[in-house]
């Protein structure tokens, strides 16, 4: 099977680590506190000057030093092994672009993969929702976070959907709950 895997919400933890650093920057800044914990990506009523300032000052660390999730690299390693083909297919933030903090954030993923030993055959930097790189990389199972992405992938793959608070409302036809590196080996296995 070719295996696609998104990183955050994925492979990294990504939702409290916003929920942390952006408590913190409200506080930090004297701003409203988190408008909607359960919602996916913005979680506060910011303007796009604020939130590239967060970004600056949180989100670039993160990007190079957050933990991968436990088991990650153990059961993607196995299913690579098993001979199923792993393609990483994110949408992160300007990674799409060419330009130098498009490339200097491509870098830094590629990094972060190597550094937590992260097996893959390829990786595609993608436009939400990532249907034109799903399609074109003929992926089998597409394992996501972003209900949104989702919902399309499950269009014409299966999506695994990794368990976070702002998607346990998503019930779409050809998705799988996922809640874990072992709960996703073992329903590819199932499927298998």
Same mark, same amino acid.
């Given at each position: ?43 506060? +009523? $910011? ?6 300032? #967060?970004? !600056? ?6 990007? *190079?030093?957050?933990? =991968? ?41 590629? +990094? $972060? ?6 097996? #893959?055959? !390829? ?6 929702? *990532?249907?034109?790189? =799903? ?58």
């Amino acid at each position: 099977m070719i295996i696609g895997i998104d990183i955050d919400g994925v492979l990294i933890d990504d939702d409290t680590y916003r929920l942390d650093n952006m408590a913190k920057y409200c506080y930090e800044n004297e701003l409203p506190n988190i408008d909607n914990p359960y919602s996916y990506e913005k979680k506060c +009523n $910011w303007t796009s000057d604020i939130y590239e300032d #967060y970004r !600056k000052k949180y989100f670039f660390y993160y990007i *190079k030093t957050a933990p =991968v999730r436990a088991y990650a690299s153990e059961i993607i390693k196995k299913l690579h092994d098993e001979g199923h083909k792993i393609i990483i297919i994110t949408g992160r933030y300007k990674t799409q672009e060419d330009s130098e903090l498009g490339n200097q954030m491509r870098q830094d993923t590629v +990094n $972060w993969l190597n550094s937590n030993n992260i097996i #893959y055959d !390829k990786i595609c930097y993608a436009h939400f929702p *990532k249907n034109k790189e =799903v399609i074109e990389n003929n992926i089998d199972i597409m394992i996501d976070d972003a209900p949104g992405v989702i919902s399309e992938i499950a269009k014409f793959a299966t999506a695994f959907c990794f368990d976070n608070r702002y998607n346990r409302d998503l019930n779409v036809k050809n998705m799988v709950r996922v809640f874990s590196w072992y709960d996703i080996y073992r329903k590819i296995k199932e499927l298998s």
